[in-house]
């Protein structure tokens, strides 16, 4: 019931940004963007979120077009350590739960 | 360590057996969800309760499943006679019903059915 699209692999050399992008092309006025990773073996992580402007936090830079159909989510400086799945996720607060797609998996290498 | 916590971490039974996971969320939060993950999917939602109260529940959570959360604190997830099919990640989350509503995830139960 995945209502996002991403790429499913993408790779990113170390220190360089890393720009993972994604379509909404369902989106209401009243979901929210919100995007969450997953490192290997552990359970998913927070790592931002909006409706219509851009937001940055320590993690990372969210981009959301004036349409809202795509949004990216920038790492500024990748490292090993950013190595996971991304997921983005269209999400109201009505409905109380995430419907997590595919993801992208981010390779980030030396 | 403050965050969400499931136990056990693995979990091997073999076919037609019952098992039982725990989750433990965030102290004060009073929404927790289960959602179940196979191997190169997303996690898919299965069931949430506000406090003590199971809310909703999803097509996939068959009359075999069963989850409770007697006091509004840790959560149990229970799968009776279980399949090969059951054989996955099954995580627990919690969150606030503030206006964020960001849920935390523990590090997951993984099962395997043999």
């Known amino acids: 019931d995945a209502k996002t699209t991403q790429p499913p692999s993408m790779d990113c050399a170390e220190g360089r940004a890393a720009n993972l992008p994604c379509n909404h092309s369902?989106?209401?006025?009243?979901?929210?963007v919100y995007w969450y990773r997953q490192i290997h073996s552990q359970g998913p992580q927070y790592i931002i979120h909006g409706l219509k402007n851009n937001e940055t936090n320590e993690m990372a830079s969210l981009i959301i077009t004036e349409d809202r159909k795509s949004s990216t989510l920038i790492l500024p400086h990748a490292t090993l350590r950013d190595t996971a799945v991304y997921y983005c996720?269209?999400?109201?607060?009505?409905?109380?739960?995430?419907?997590f797609g595919s993801g992208t998996k981010l390779n980030v290498k030396p | 360590d403050t965050g969400v916590s499931q136990d056990p971490r693995h979990k091997i039974t073999k076919r037609g057996q019952n098992v039982t996971f725990r989750c433990d969320p965030i102290s004060e939060h009073n929404r927790l969800y289960w959602y179940r993950q196979t191997l190169g999917q997303g996690p898919e939602f299965l069931t949430y309760f506000q406090n003590e109260a199971q809310l909703e529940k999803s097509r996939l959570l068959s009359d075999r499943f069963s989850a409770e959360r007697p006091k509004g604190s840790f959560s149990t997830l229970e799968i009776q006679r279980t399949e090969q099919g059951d054989s996955a990640m099954y995580l627990c989350?919690?969150?606030?019903?503030?206006?964020?509503?960001?849920?935390?995830f523990g590090a997951g139960t993984r099962l395997s059915v043999l």
């Open positions: 369902t989106i209401s006025g009243n979901e929210y």
């Open positions: 989350a919690s969150s606030l019903t503030d206006g964020l509503q960001i849920q935390y």
């Open positions: 996720i269209d999400f109201t607060y009505n409905f109380n739960k995430f419907y």
